[in-house]
């Protein structure tokens, strides 16, 4: 894994104008400048193992770093324990598929709060992971690490506080910082650099961080949280991008930026873009 850039730019899933297969996918990332994707297996995983071990050695020739978004019908928290053990074996087959594609980060939205307090939700969840964690070891699969993301909905486990404790519990779990679900959540908190400042010196505290993996978007948001994802360009929506990667160029971390607006790859390089105009000042 080569993570010594300081800021890795990259798209959720493939590129828009892009035809090609998957495993090639890499080449086009980096012929345009960008050197960080996120696989979507957000609706299930669905790749087997030869190609997604051709994603890897794709990635490694043109020096892209690879992250997966396990799928989104994941609730480790849940009531139903059935739909706890589809979760935990989603996140199971994730990790298989992430090892054969040298995914340095798992994605994965922990859950709901349903009927549950926010802390029994999280002790369930964690009891769920356990179970992962067991699953695992007793499968031989041991290069992972996960990384549960802030979420944008208040029903939705995942506020800073709960993904730096599930960070704190389990080894191999790193965080994932959606810094635009962090201001939806909020009903938008983060305004300036020092609302970035906060959050960086609260996971500096409190978690052992050498490479940060950060989620971007500007969004739209109502009283329950996110609403949707908007361009770049839609300045109207937050958060505010310059402060963000002023802030992560100063942090003592090296990070990656992975762009979910709906012009994931093209707002990717415009971040990347901005990033080098701050750097040369
Ligand atoms: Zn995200």
Known sequence: MVMTKKVRFGPAGNPIDYKGKTPEVCDYLASEGLDAYEYQATYGVRISKKPAQELQENAKKNKVLISMH???????????????????????????????????????????????????????????????????????????????????????????????????????FQPTIDFAHLHARSGGSINSREDYQKIVDELDQELDINHLHCHFARIEF????????????????????????????????????????????????????????????
């Not at 999280?122 to 690490?145: H, R």
């Not at 415009?270 to 701050?278: G, S, T, V, W």
Request: hydrophobic letters at 35%; glycine letters at 6%.
């Open 222 to 281: 109502g009283s329950s949280g996110e609403r949707k994802h908007h361009k770049l360009s839609q300045k109207e929506y937050g958060p505010p991008v310059k402060p963000l990667l002023q802030i992560l160029m100063e942090s003592g971390w090296s990070s990656t930026i992975i762009c979910e607006t709906p012009l994931i790859d093209r707002d990717a390089l415009k971040l990347k873009n901005c990033f080098y105009e701050i750097v040369n000042i």
């Open 70 to 172: 396990a799928p989104y019908y994941v609730n480790l928290s849940s009531s139903d324990s059935k739909v706890i053990d589809r979760s935990i074996q989603r996140l199971v087959q994730s990790a298989q598929v992430a090892e054969w594609m040298g995914a340095y980060r798992i994605v994965f939205h922990p859950g709901f709060y349903t009927k549950y307090t926010p802390e029994i939700a999280l002790e369930k969840c964690k009891q769920s992971i356990a179970q992962i964690l067991e699953q695992l070891n007793e499968k031989g699969i041991k290069n992972f690490i996960f990384s549960p993301e802030t979420s944008g909905k208040k029903s939705q486990l995942g506020s800073l506080e709960e993904i730096i404790n599930l960070c704190q519990t389990f080894e191999n």
